[in-house]
C-alpha cells in the first residue's frame, strides 16, 4: 500500500564508533556482547534478513541471500542520546551536544525550580537509576512531599513522585513549568521527564503514565517535509515524545513493545501513502539501562517472533527499515547509552538483499524516505533506496 515503515529497536547498537572512547564506551557492542552472555542468540526471522550479515553475532548465522539489505549506520552528530539519535534519523545533525550534569544540576536551577512550580522543596538532584532512587528516597517522599529530581547521563530532567502523593495532573504541571520557564537557553536539556510510581515501603514501582518534555527539533525533520506535502504521518510509541509531536499527523501511544507491533501490524493494514515511524522501547528501559542480557535477549526473541507478522502484511509497494537510534550494552558496567553503531536492515518484499556497508550517518534513513515519497529536500543523509 506503498507505505514506509521505519521500526527503531531502541538501545540495539552493533559494535563501538571510532570515537567511542570519548565517551568512555571501548568495547561496547550491544549484539555480539549480549549474545556471547547468553550463550548465542536465537533470532531465525532477523538472521533471514541479513542481521548476521553485519557483524559476526554468537548464534546467527550470516546469509548467502538474505531477504534485505543490510549495513551499519555511524552516528555524526555529538552525542548518544535518544533524542539526538532520532532526531539524526530524521535528517537532522546535532552539532552542539545538550547539556550534561554528571553532578547534578546547579542550585540556581534547583531555586528556581523550587520557587517557579511552587514546591516546598525537592529531593536528590542526582545522577541515579530511575527503579533504585524510588526505593532509595520513596520514605522521604512520601513523608515530605516534596518531588525527587534526578537525571543520568542522558540530557534528562527527571522528576519522580507517588501518585498518591502528587497526583499526575499535578506532576505534569510541574514538568512543563521545568520545560517552558526554567530548563531554557544553556541548560535547554533535551527532554524534562515526569517519573510517576506506586507502591509502599522497600516496593515502589513506577507506573506507565510517564511523560517526556520534549523540545522542537530545531529544524524541519522528514516529517515536517512528508507531512506538508499531504503524507500521512504515523508516530508509534516513544517517536510522540522525542519530536515533541512536530510533524506528526497520527499520533500512537504503546506501554510496551508488543503492543508496538499490534500497532505496527494494524497501521500497515488501515493505512496506505504513509510513513510509519515506530520505536520499541522496551529494550532499552528495561535491560539495557539496568543491565540485564538475558532480559534484552528474550525481548529481542519475542520482537523477532512476531517479525513474520509484520513481514506478511508488507506488499511490494512497501519498504521496511529495522535499525536502532543508539547502543545500551547490557554487559558493560555502565547502565547508561553507548557510542555505537547501529544495525540497518532495509527490506523490500521479492528485491534480493544488498551489502549497503557503513552509512556515514543515521540521516541516510531520512534521504530513503524522502527518495521512496519522491519530495525534496534539504536534510543531511544519502538515500540507499536503489543502490
Known sequence: MNNFIVIVLDGLGIGELPDASAYNDEGSNTLANMAEFVGGLYLPNLEKLGLGNIHPIKGIKPQTNPLASYGKMAEASVGKDSTTGHWELGGLKIEKAFPLYPDGFPQEIIEKFIKETKVDGILGNIPASGTEIIMKLGDEHIRTKYPIVYTSADSVFQIAAHEEIIPLQRLYEICEIARNKILIDDHAVARVIARPFIGSSNNYIRTTNRKDFSLNPFDYTILDYLSNEGIDTIAIGKINDLFNYQGIKIQIKTKTNLEGVEKIIDTIKHYKNSFIFVNLVDFDVYYGHRNDPIGFAKALKEFDDKLPGILNN????????????????????????????????FYRKNIKGKNLGIRKTFADVAQTVANFFKVNNS?????????
Not at 508488507?314 to 553503531?341: C, V
Not at 536534510?379 to 543502490?387: H, I, K, Q, V
Request: aromatic share 8%; no cysteine.
Open 314 to 345: 508488507i506488499d511490494n509497494s512497501d519498504a521496511l527499515i529495522i535499525t536502532a537510534d543508539h547502543g545500551n550494552d547490557p554487559t558493560t558496567p555502565s547502565t547508561d547509552h553507548s557510542r555505537e553503531y547501529v544495525p540497518l536492515l
Open 379 to 387: 536534510l543531511n543523509g544519502r538515500s540507499f533506496l536503489y543502490e
